[in-house]
């Protein structure tokens, strides 16, 4: 460290800055875990801390504060035009860290050697876990809790909280605290003054379960105390331990009438964190109170900041006392008692008005009179005293006296600015009327009038006006139906105001004329409706003016009529002329009347009346009028009554739409804008001049389910109301109420709805809307359509608007109610194939309801695939979650589209991009949308499904396939059957052999014409002999029939004689050996003429032993008949064998 006084080397750099100034080098390592912060508040150029390069002693950079890492060590230039120990503050922060048991370090030093030229501040942050505390103990010299600066300049301080400066507690050396326990978070720091000698070893510390307060109390039932947390403090819970369970909670509790309670608190200084609130009830007669002090148990919550209330309640006309043995001392608001012992006393005077004085505790102020119920209220600061004070009551005095005014004479008494509460009464029967402000006497007779306080003299003052000249006009109310007085000659106009009312109108027009002859002309716009307005004439109740004239003009609403009523008049005795009424219209002659006359009766339009005074006999009585004028409509009202009790849950509501100012709608006999019919109730309504175009009809029942499992389903049917309403039923709606985890199913009891989308509106006769049960839209719906159920979690409201709902009362729905389900709306959607299908997200074009979630089951045809579109998306942007779109095949549990968004496209770019893609599902699937919580616009969407016929390519290639296939077998078939025919042919063609003549073959071909050809076909005739010749036993027949045709061959059979023109050849053939030992028939055909095979099965009627019987006896045979065949036996040869022949050949 270096020390100079003029810095001759480095105050070159600074010589243009300061013109003299002090300086300081030296070197600085923190220790490890301590954090160094210098600082100064002087300016820069007055004041710079500097770092010093290692190589040549210049500085490199200046700065007003800098923090010095731990075990890094650096070197200091301090040059400042003050005297750097007074210029500079150092601040050493160290962090002890605890666990539940110890803590690191557990012996705390504060590097004594380091910057002790300056002012320094130790500070020592704990940390520990929770419900654990920490305990400092200080070696050395005990501590003392101070509020001044410690003389030896080692200032400590504690704090609970960091952030918490209200609860820093200050400590001087040389006292008896040696311990800190503190929680997690608690601060405790060392101020010392420059030069000051820090011992090497501040304190020691351990960490250990925090253990916190208990106290034992007791609290009567007449005494409340609430112990309230202070929200800025740390958190610390307070427990009633009332058996085995305690009742905690970790901002406030409340007690009354308990005994010997024991109350815990989970921190260990409770008095720092709470404060308690004591309130008492103390109840007073006109003699005694009950208790007869302000008092409690001095021991209650002593070292806690208090708030004692005392509540006491006094009978009328008492006055109460209190006695405050150590004297108050009146405050104003904004001054703060030094000791801390603040009173507030609060009277409720008989205006209702509350009188609030405030004082501190030691003054001169030891007794107060007050009148009526009283708070007293004491903030007493942690361990102060209270001094108790008594209470006493006492009847409150007053003062009365008789009053009899002269005849025109008015006695005003009227309060002067005065805080004493006191009242002035007049005494009447059965109650006197009292007034605190006051009282006005005008009746000419004996009354009398008491004073509630014993010197009204110092409160009120008196006004006795005699009333000299014609007429008093009236005394008039703001809001009434006179807007015009017109008084003769001179007039005076007063107003009166009560207090604290702002004036309005705080002015009125005031015009001169036109002349008149009458003392005054009253304007009257008489109200709407039914109406009765009451007038009286000018010194009502006194007389009216003699000879004088009063004049009121009416505007009577148009389709009203009016009625005149006189009810209380008195007729004087006239010295000459007569007393008149004249009632005058427009354009029509006048009607003169007495008082005694009828008066006009249920006529219209404008008019005015003048009454009219003769000279009256004075000493008698003389004219008065109190008239009224009846207004009701002139139509006749349109009755209906509403009987409700025998439709469950149904209430109507009629309501204006039109502008019609004389539309008069009633609820037991009550004018109404809107009429509502509550259900299970009866009410009388009647409509006067109300167009129905004007008027809105609309009803509702409310469907409650409070179990949604055990509801049965409901048809949303339209109850037959009351055939009296006189305008048609507008629309219907049913509120269906479920439990919070229950779901309403809506299916069309026609099969299906179509719901109204831009461009597929609906136009039918029926529409129904469907919102939720806060109003937000699932959408507008009707019939036959894709939509085959709709469900909805929660409740849901459906609204029927139809054309003429006497002729379509439903069924419009069938409403079911099920388990819960996860989306917030299910739409279940069948496409048709002839037109594109559009969906909607509810509350279209709007935006859906945040954080909601609708779901699309969509069922395709067989045999067609849907082509998915989504035309129009609006993304906001979300505060909170994301939206999303999901697409997934029914039973798939992967999703095929998925897309999420959180925020707003920056263009149109994103949304056109997804409305351009087409995804293509080729079977049923769902499509769920999901919306965030939008920050800035909304999220919704319409979406497009086409229909599209599957065009299956593996199908088709493998039908050609087939096709092919069969076609190969088909013709392989034929070539096996044409190859066996071939072969099956030429086995067939056996030689012939013949005794006489050339040897031939079938296949040789010798007779060139096919039988197609020539005539060989033809028969000219067949003999039977030769036809049935085998069966024939003699042989020589044959030889007899050889000539018996002759000529051309014409297919007739002859006899086989043999050739005539050549030898038979000579054939050679092998010897057979002979057979032995079995016998064979000669000749045996099957064998010598074909070869074997299998035997071919012949109808019998192709067999030579069968005749048919519808064949004639000619040598055709022909047929005689056309029926069925019918066949005769003519053989046994298939049916029996043959025996052999035997010859001698044979043998």
Request: charged content about 20%; hydrophobic content about 35%; glycine content about 6%.
């Amino acid at each position: 460290m270096r020390l100079c006084a003029t810095c001759p080397l480095l105050g070159l750099l600074f010589l243009t800055v300061f013109d003299s100034s002090e300086c300081l080098q030296t070197t600085v390592r923190p220790d490890k875990g301590s954090t160094v912060m210098v600082f100064t508040e002087l300016p820069l150029d007055q004041c710079a801390l500097c770092t010093v390069s290692e190589v040549n002693d210049t500085p490199t950079s200046c700065h007003s504060s800098l923090f010095l890492l731990p075990e890094e060590e650096v070197k200091l230039l301090f040059n400042c035009s003050q005297p750097i120990e007074q210029a500079y503050t150092v601040t050493i922060t160290r962090t002890i860290e605890c666990t539940k048991d110890t803590c690191n370090p557990t012996t705390e030093k504060g590097q004594p050697s380091i910057l002790k030229e300056f002012s320094r501040t130790f500070t020592w942050e704990l940390k520990a876990p929770e419900k654990t505390v920490v305990s400092l103990d200080i070696l050395g010299e005990g501590l003392i809790e101070t509020s001044q600066p410690c003389s030896n300049g080692f200032q400590y301080s504690v704090t609970t909280s960091k952030t918490n400066t209200k609860g820093r507690t200050q400590y001087c050396r040389g006292g008896s605290v040696t311990r800190f326990d503190l929680p997690n978070g608690a601060v405790v720091s060392l101020h010392v003054k420059p030069k000051a000698q820090v011992d090497s070893l501040l304190f020691q510390a351990s960490a250990g379960p925090l253990k916190g307060r208990t106290m034992l109390l007791s609290v009567d039932s007449g005494t409340t105390v609430v112990v309230s947390r202070d929200p800025d403090e740390p958190e610390c819970e307070v427990c009633c331990v009332d058996g085995s369970t305690p009742n905690c909670s970790p901002t406030e509790k409340t007690l009354t009438n308990v005994e010997k309670l024991s109350l815990e608190f989970s921190c260990l200084k409770p008095q720092d964190v709470y404060s308690v609130k004591i309130r008492k009830k103390i109840e007073c007669t006109q003699k005694t109170c009950t208790p007869p002090a302000g008092e409690v148990d001095p021991d209650l919550f002593q070292d806690f900041k208090r708030s004692l209330t005392w509540d006491i309640s006094v009978p009328e006309r008492t006055v109460l006392t209190l006695d405050f043995p150590g004297g108050l001392k009146e405050r104003s608001e904004a001054e703060n008692c030094q000791n801390g012992h603040q009173y507030s006393v609060s009277t409720t005077k008989s205006d209702g008005k509350i009188r609030t004085n405030s004082y501190c505790k030691g003054g001169t102020v030891s007794h107060l009179d007050l009148l009526g119920a009283t708070t007293v209220t004491v903030e007493v600061p942690k361990g102060g005293e209270l001094d108790s004070f008594t209470v006493k009551a006492a009847p409150r005095g007053g003062r009365m006296m008789p009053v009899m005014p002269d005849p025109n004479t008015i006695i005003t008494i009227s309060r002067v600015p005065s805080d004493i509460d006191c009242s002035v009464c007049e005494k009447k029967e059965p109650t006197p009327i009292c007034k605190p402000t006051q009282l006005i006497l005008r009746d000419p007779r004996n009354t009398t009038v008491e004073f509630t306080c014993p010197q009204p003299q110092d409160v009120f003052s008196v006004e006795i006006n005699r009333v000299i000249g014609p007429a008093t006009i009236g005394t008039f109310c703001k809001g009434g139906t006179v807007t015009t007085i017109l008084a003769r000659y001179k007039g005076r106009v007063s107003l009166q105001v009560p207090g604290d009312r702002k004036l309005d109108p705080f002015d009125f027009k005031l015009n001169v004329g036109p002349e008149t002859s009458v003392a005054a002309i009253v304007n009257v716009n008489l109200p709407h409706g039914v109406s009765d307005t009451d007038f009286i004439t000018a010194n009502y109740p006194r007389d009216f003016p003699d000879s004088q004239q009063m004049q009121w003009d009416f505007m009577v609403p148009g389709m009203h009529n009016y009625t005149m009523h006189f009810h209380d008049h008195t007729a004087p005795e006239c010295l000459n002329n007569e007393v008149e009424v004249e009632y005058q219209k427009e354009d029509k002659k006048m009607t003169r009347l007495t008082l005694t006359d009828s008066q006009p009766q249920h006529e219209q339009g404008n008019f005015n009346m003048v009454l009219k005074n003769c000279k009256t006999n004075r000493t008698l009585q003389g004219l008065t009028l109190n008239f009224r004028v009846s207004v009701m409509r002139s139509g006749h009202p349109v009755l209906c009554v509403v009987d409700l009790t025998k439709h469950q849950g149904v209430s109507v509501q009629v309501e204006k739409v039109g502008s019609d100012p004389y539309c008069e709608m009633r609820i037991n006999s009550k004018v109404e804008e809107k009429i509502n019919v509550a259900a299970g109730t009866k009410a009388d309504l009647s409509f006067l001049d109300c167009p129905t175009e004007d008027m809105r009809l609309t009803a509702s029942k409310v469907i409650d389910c409070q179990n949604g499992m055990s509801c049965s389903a409901t048809v949303l049917i339209v109850p037959q109301l009351d055939s009296c309403f006189p305008m048609p039923l507008h629309s219907f709606t049913w509120h269906l109420t479920v439990p919070q985890d229950g779901t309403v199913d809506l299916v069309s009891p026609t099969g299906s709805l179509r719901q109204s989308l831009p461009g597929q509106e609906c136009n039918q006769s029926v529409s129904l809307h469907v919102a939720e049960g806060d109003g937000f839209s699932v959408g507008d719906f009707c019939f036959e359509g894709i939509v085959q159920k709709v469900q909805v979690h929660g409740n849901v409201s459906v609204t029927a608007t139809a054309e003429d709902f006497s002729k379509t009362r439903g069924p419009f729905l069938n409403a079911s109610f099920s388990e819960e389900i996860p989306e917030t709306i299910i739409y279940r959607v069948s496409p048709q194939m002839l037109s594109p299908t559009l969906l909607a997200t509810p509350n279209w074009p709007q935006g859906m309801k945040p954080f909601s979630t609708v779901s699309w089951i969509v069922i395709l045809p067989s045999q067609y695939q849907a082509h998915v579109q989504f035309v129009n998306v609006s993304q906001p942007k979300c505060s909170d979650g994301h939206t999303a779109i999901k697409v997934k095949m029914l039973g798939d549990n992967e999703e095929i589209m998925t897309r999420m968004e959180d925020k707003l496209a920056e263009d149109k770019l994103a949304e056109d991009k997804l409305a351009e893609n087409m995804l293509t599902v080729t079977r049923s699937f769902y499509l769920t949308m999901s919306n965030c919580m939008p920050e800035k616009g909304h999220f919704g969407a319409l979406t497009k499904i086409d229909l599209q016929k599957k065009n299956n390519l593996l199908a088709i290639l493998l039908g050609v396939m087939g096709a092919i296939l069969l076609l190969l077998i088909v013709l392989a078939s034929v070539c096996l059957i044409a190859k066996k025919k071939k072969k099956d042919k030429m086995n067939k063609e056996s030689s012939i052999f013949i005794s006489k003549g050339n040897i031939f073959r079938p296949s040789d071909r010798h007779f060139t014409k096919t039988r197609s050809d020539n005539e060989s076909h033809v028969y000219a005739s067949i003999d039977e002999t030769i036809v049935y010749s085998h069966l024939l036993g003699d042989s020589s027949y044959a030889d007899s029939m050889q000539n018996h045709f002759n000529g051309m061959q014409v297919d007739s059979y002859n006899t086989f004689t043999g050739p005539t023109d050549a030898k038979l050849p000579v054939i050679k053939e092998p010897d057979r050996e002979p057979e032995m030992d079995q016998f064979k028939p000669f000749l045996n055909p099957s064998e010598s003429f074909i070869p074997s095979r299998p035997r071919t099965p012949i109808d019998r009627q192709d067999s030579f032993g069968f005749q048919d019987r519808r064949m004639v006896d000619n040598e055709l045979y022909t047929f005689k008949s056309t029926g069925d065949i019918n066949t005769i036996r003519l053989s046994g040869v298939d049916m029996e064998p043959q025996p052999p022949i035997i010859t001698e050949d044979s043998l």
